[in-house]
């Protein structure tokens, strides 16, 4: 017997998910619970895959499947499809496993041709709905069967209701329609060079085709990246018997949710169109009408609507989203799915939820998607001026939240307006280390290059400044001090407005509202918190963004890079007067003017962080990145240093790398100039000592040698740090612990964490450059790319977005197994951009990490992904 790929709508239920997709699931379940839904099939998931792996074909067994459920659903609605006397007509309709809205395609009123559209008006004494119901079918078909643009055929409609003096389609009579049929053939004709295929098992068999086809759409691949959706779970087809909603006046269709999906409000929520179809409520053609409208104009439909979105509700104890059609005064059930909400929604219904009895707090847990918590801590745009504003230009959503200021092309100009009270958005081609004091002074950061993961992508969200980064359509002039983008070209000074949750890009000032957390927010994560096992800290390097991480919920920083402490004012100089000097004592003079800048930074730290851990990892950048590129710089640098042009030019020569990322940085600075690690240590030692004698309170900072690839390079720098902090200990006759340990960011280390282990007391992983380095890509250039490798099916998504589990997790799984064999004590934790990534939290938690560090306005992100990793752990 063949593999069965088809199934009626009474063969399946809400539990085959997998195999008849979300639509056809829960069709199958709301024909269980005996709801009025048109009856139908669903060609299953496998048979899409199939059809990919038969190079885009649907096989003779696949077929024969198709007709045999066609003729099963011709007996059961008593109909035949192709028959004038009583034709049935289908809609054919996609149904991913998840939820993909308005991603994929959908045909409405297939099996129409020119005998069959006759016996429709005769059999329903109503020749206008037939031919309005066989134009739609052509206009449909063409654009999503034959890729014709949907646009030459409403041109038509636009000239036939201007022949007519008319504003709406419903105001065109059936002599209309039929005309409008035979334009919108002739048009096919021409564009396709052939007639409209008349055959509906050719139409039917082309639209199930075209369904299949639209999983690889551009579109629905850009959504299925942005969702972790793999590409190989492909989609189911719903063929179904139609109902007509635009049969006339007691007709309709409406879209509704049994709650506010904005507000969350237990309300049914929603709008339908009398005399349409359900394209029309979701094209915006016609402004529809409030579903509390149906109740004076049909209250019987309306109870009954009422009842089953209720059962719907109770049924799959979650918000629901229904599509319904009203033929001739009965009401038929055409889809359920749970609803797509606002993040303040999805908080303020999994809350009722548990209030009303119809969910456990654990279940609330898992109905919020973590990425979603984003959006309520940042400021938004007023929702009104939202409404009216008009977008000039789109790029990545790099980090959210709404920005307006006015235009400054520089980090000093940034800095300096802001100091003047000025809301200002530095617009950039990409950013750099050095303009890290400009993007904090600024609301929002704009920049030409660089992807998600680009400098100004990450520490803006570390920030939890807006940022949209890799508009490539914008042209910066910086000598003229403006921008051009959509034909528009914005000056300096000139207001525009950036929303980092959708990439748009606006050139006016549109106003912002603060973003507030409520009472749900913090009920809903005590729950998370109550479930989680991973531990939740902050990548820190300053006591603001510590201070918001903590009341984020953080429980210690993971990671405080501290040379990002060494390019403000005085101190660049002092790191300029190191990294040029020729001898030891000279750079030891310099490394003294930093040791105080250092100390009371720490200090800083711990007085904001207090008994929780601080994890500090020792410079890691090239030196190179401290010293100037532009020639007037130099000049002015090499007088500030006391040393000619030349001198300076020849230090910046000789560090020149090829491959910085790869050259002279992390403990090789520190291998050799040991001195940069004793001052170090000693401004961490010193601060840690000073905050626990001040506050009374017990303090244990945790050492971090960035880049170790060889036990050796840990243990010499090792020696460094425990001979000075073991000595200014001594001396301050105090008892202190403290942690020196490691980042493991270099494969070697990971393939010989057994080793490293012997020295180490904690790895962090640091998985960007792991990633980096055990794929071989640099990740400020892997954007020019990856968009191939995505489009060629090599890769589904960004591995510096979502942490490759597959290579680099083996990495970090043997590193934590090795790991624990030679210390079992030793604690694991991961500090990279993945540490706030929902898919790669719910890794490190699988993966027995004790903890995990992310940017302060992820912090509750991961720990709501590290609670319903927890849950999901318990109930497998």
């Known amino acids: 017997m063949s593999h069965k790929y088809v199934y009626l709508f009474s063969e399946g239920n809400g539990k085959m998910r997998e195999l008849l997709g979300g639509k056809g699931a829960n069709l199958a379940e709301m024909t269980g619970l005996g709801m009025p839904v048109p009856q139908g099939f669903t060609i299953s998931t496998e048979a899409c895959t199939q059809y990919y792996t038969d190079g885009r074909q649907i096989n003779a067994d696949i077929q024969a499947q198709i007709y045999d459920h066609l003729a099963k659903m011709e007996e059961i609605c008593g109909k ?148 972790e959706i793999p590409y190989d779970w492909g989609t189911a087809v719903n063929v179904q018997s139609m109902v007509f909603g635009n049969s006339g006046n007691t007709s309709g269709t409406g879209v509704a949710f049994t709650r506010n999906p904005a507000t969350g409000e237990k309300k049914l929520f929603g709008e339908y169109l009398i005399n349409a179809q359900g394209e029309d409520v979701v094209a915006g053609i016609r402004t529809p009408q409030p579903i509390a409208d149906l109740e004076k104009q049909m209250p019987e439909v309306y109870k009954q609507f009422a009842s089953i979105a209720n059962t719907l509700e109770q049924h799959y104890q979650d918000m629901q989203d229904m599509e319904f059609t009203i033929e001739n005064g009965k009401l038929y059930m055409l889809q359920t799915r749970n609803g797509k909400r606002t993040a303040a929604a999805a908080l303020k219904i999994a809350v009722d939820l548990v209030d009303e009895g119809m969910i456990s707090e654990e279940e609330a847990v898992l109905r919020v998607d973590p990425k979603q918590l984003d959006a309520l801590l940042h400021p938004q745009f007023d929702a009104a001026a939202l409404k009216k504003a008009q977008a000039i230009g789109k790029g990545l959503a790099a980090s959210p939240g709404a920005a307006c200021g006015k235009v400054v092309f520089t980090a000093e100009d940034a800095k300096a307006w802001a100091a003047n009270g000025e809301k200002v958005v530095l617009v950039r081609l990409e950013t750099s280390p050095e303009d890290i004091e400009g993007m904090a002074a600024a609301e929002g950061i704009l920049t030409v290059r660089g992807g998600m993961t680009s400098h100004a992508a990450v520490v803006a969200r570390g920030m939890g400044t807006c940022c949209v980064s890799g508009c490539g359509e914008i042209n910066v002039d910086y000598d003229a001090k403006l921008f051009t983008l959509a034909g528009r070209t914005i000056h300096e000074g000139d207001y525009i407005s950036i929303d980092g949750s959708t990439g748009n890009i606006y050139g006016e000032a549109i106003p912002t509202v603060e973003a507030s957390i409520s009472g749900d927010f913090e009920r809903f994560m005590k729950w998370a918190d109550d479930a989680r096992r991973l531990d939740v800290y902050t990548n820190a390097d300053t006591p603001r963004d510590a201070a918001q991480a903590k009341k984020f919920g953080a429980e210690g920083i993971g990671l405080c890079r501290t040379e990002h402490m060494f390019f403000e004012g005085d101190r660049i100089k002092a790191v300029r007067e190191m990294i040029v000097a020729k001898d030891l004592e000279t750079r030891k003079k310099a490394l003294a003017k930093l040791l105080p800048y250092q100390q009371g930074d720490f200090e800083a730290l711990f007085r904001v962080m207090e008994e929780h851990p601080v994890v500090i990892r020792f410079l890691d950048p090239p030196l190179h990145e401290f010293l100037p590129t532009k020639e007037e710089d130099i000049k002015e640098i090499a007088g500030e240093l006391d040393i000619s042009v030349a001198e300076l030019k020849e230090v910046i020569s000789n560090l020149h790398e090829f491959n910085p990322m790869l050259g002279h940085r992390g403990c090789r600075l520190a291998v050799s100039y040991p001195e940069i690690a004793e001052m170090q240590t000693t401004a961490v030692i010193t601060a840690a000592i000073h905050v626990m004698q001040e506050k009374n309170i017990q303090i244990r900072p945790e050492i971090m040698i960035p880049l170790v ?78 968009d191939a490798y995505y489009e060629k099916k090599i890769f589904e998504s960004d591995p510096f977005e979502h942490l490759d589990q597959k290579g680099v997790g083996r990495l970090v799984k043997l590193a934590a197994k090795l790991g624990r064999e030679t210390r079992p004590d030793i604690h694991l934790g991961i500090c990279g951009e993945h540490g706030g990534d929902p898919s790669s939290v719910e890794f490190c938690h699988n993966a027995g990490l004790d903890y995990v560090s992310c940017s302060p306005f992820r912090v509750p992100i991961a720990r709501l992904a590290a609670a319903q990793a927890a849950i999901k752990d318990s109930r497998n």
Request: aromatic residues 10%; contains cysteine; charged residues 30%.
């Open 80 to 227: 035949k499809f192709g028959d004038p006397e009583n034709p049935l007509l289908v809609s054919v309709r996609s149904g991913a496993r998840a939820s993909m809205p308005g991603m994929m395609d959908t045909i409405l009123n297939l099996g129409l041709n020119d005998t069959v559209v006759k016996g429709l008006a005769a059999f329903t004494n109503n020749p206008r709905f037939a031919y309005d119901s066989y134009r739609r079918f052509i206009q449909m078909f063409s654009d999503v069967v034959m890729e014709q643009p949907k646009s030459e055929f409403e041109k038509i409609i636009d000239a036939k209701k201007a022949e007519k003096g008319v504003k709406l389609d419903t105001e065109l009579d059936a002599d209309d329609m039929m005309d409008l049929v035979c334009r919108f053939k002739t048009l096919y004709k021409q564009q396709k060079g052939e007639d409209f295929p008349t055959d509906p098992k050719v139409q039917l068999m082309e639209a199930v085709k075209a369904v299949f086809r639209s999983w690889d759409n551009p579109r629905a691949n850009v959504y299925r990246r942005m969702n």
């Open 709 to 786: 690839g060889e036990v050796k390079e840990l243990q010499y720098v090792k020696k460094i740090v425990t001979t000075t902090a073991d000595k200014l200990i001594a001396d301050a006759g105090v008892t202190m612990k403290y942690e020196v340990g490691t980042m493991i960011e270099i494969p070697r280390a990971a393939l010989m964490a057994d080793e490293v282990a012997k020295e180490a007391e904690f790895f962090s992983f640091g998985t960007n450059d792991l990633t980096q380095m055990t794929f071989g890509f640099s990740r400020d250039d892997a954007g020019k790319f990856l």
